[in-house]
C-alpha cells in the first residue's frame, strides 16, 4: 500500500500554528505519525521512514559531536601547548635563578677561602712576628747581661789600678821615709866623724 501527504490539511494546521515560523524534527515526526495529515500510510513504511529520518538525525548530531570534539581537542592542545610553554619557560627560569644560585654559591666559597688562607697567613705572620720578638728579646737582655758584665769587670779593674796606685803611692812615700832616713842618718855619722 502507498503513502499519502494531506497537504491542505497541513496547511490548514500550519496557519493556525503562526506563531512559530517552523517545526523541529520531532514535532514532524509526531505530524507524520498522526493519521489526520496522512492518507493511505502504511504502518511498517511510516517506520522505516521514521527510523530513516532517526538514522540521519543521529548521524548528523555524531558528526556535530565530532565536530566539537575535534574543536574541543584543538583547543586543549592548543592551551596544553601554550601550558607547556609556560611550564618550559618557568623551568628555563628556574634553571637560570639555579646557576645564578650556583656562581653566588661558588663566589661565597671563594670568598671563604681566600678569607681562610688569609686569616693562616696571618696567624704564621703573627707568629713568625712573636718569635722574631722573643729572639730579639733575647739578644737584649744577652747584650744587657754583657755590658753589666763589661761593667762590673770594667769597675773591677778600677778599683785593681786604684789600690795598686795605692800601693805605688804607699810605697814611694816609705822609700821617701827610708831615703830621708839614711840622708839623716848618712849625715849624723858625717858629724860625728868630724868630731
Same mark, same amino acid.
Given at each position: ?5 494531506? $497537504?491542505?490539511?497541513?496547511? /490548514? ?7 512559530? &515560523?517552523?517545526?523541529? +524534527?520531532? $514535532?514532524?515526526?509526531?505530524? +507524520?505519525? +498522526? ?5 493511505? =500510510?502504511?504502518?511498517?513504511?511510516? &517506520? #522505516?521512514? =521514521?527510523?530513516? +529520518?532517526?538514522s $540521519?538525525?543521529?548521524?548528523? =548530531?555524531? *558528526? ?8 574541543? %581537542?584543538?583547543?586543549? #592542545?592548543?592551551?596544553? &601547548? ?13 634553571? /637560570? %635563578?639555579?646557576?645564578?644560585?650556583? /656562581?653566588?654559591?661558588? /663566589?661565597?666559597?671563594?670568598?671563604k677561602?681566600?678569607?681562610?688562607? #688569609? ?28 755590658? &753589666?758584665?763589661?761593667?762590673?769587670? *770594667? ?8 789600690a *795598686? ?26 858629724v860625728?866623724?868630724?868630731?
Amino acid at each position: 500500500m502507498g503513502m499519502g501527504w494531506c $497537504e491542505e490539511r497541513f496547511t /490548514d494546521y500550519r496557519t493556525k500554528q503562526s506563531t512559530k &515560523s517552523w517545526l523541529n +524534527v520531532w $514535532e514532524l515526526i509526531e505530524l +507524520v505519525g +498522526v493519521t489526520y495529515f496522512s492518507k493511505d =500510510i502504511d504502518r511498517q513504511i511510516l &517506520s #522505516m521512514c =521514521i527510523n530513516e +529520518v532517526f538514522s $540521519e538525525l543521529i548521524l548528523n =548530531i555524531l *558528526k556535530q559531536v565530532g565536530r566539537d570534539v575535534r574543536q574541543e %581537542m584543538e583547543e586543549q #592542545m592548543a592551551q596544553k &601547548s601554550s601550558e607547556l610553554e609556560q611550564y618550559l619557560q618557568r623551568v628555563r627560569e628556574l634553571e /637560570d %635563578m639555579y646557576h645564578r644560585l650556583e /656562581d653566588a654559591l661558588e /663566589d661565597e666559597r671563594q670568598a671563604k677561602q681566600d678569607e681562610e688562607a #688569609m686569616r693562616k697567613l696571618q696567624a704564621r705572620l703573627l707568629e713568625e712576628e712573636a718569635a722574631k720578638r722573643a729572639e730579639l728579646e733575647q739578644i737584649y737582655l744577652k747584650q744587657q747581661r754583657e755590658l &753589666s758584665q763589661t761593667e762590673a769587670e *770594667k769597675e773591677e779593674l778600677i778599683a785593681e789600678q786604684l789600690a *795598686k796606685e795605692r800601693e805605688l803611692q804607699a810605697a814611694s812615700q816609705q822609700l821617701d821615709r827610708l831615703e830621708k832616713e839614711r840622708q839623716g842618718a848618712l849625715e849624723q855619722y858625717q858629724v860625728h866623724q868630724d868630731l
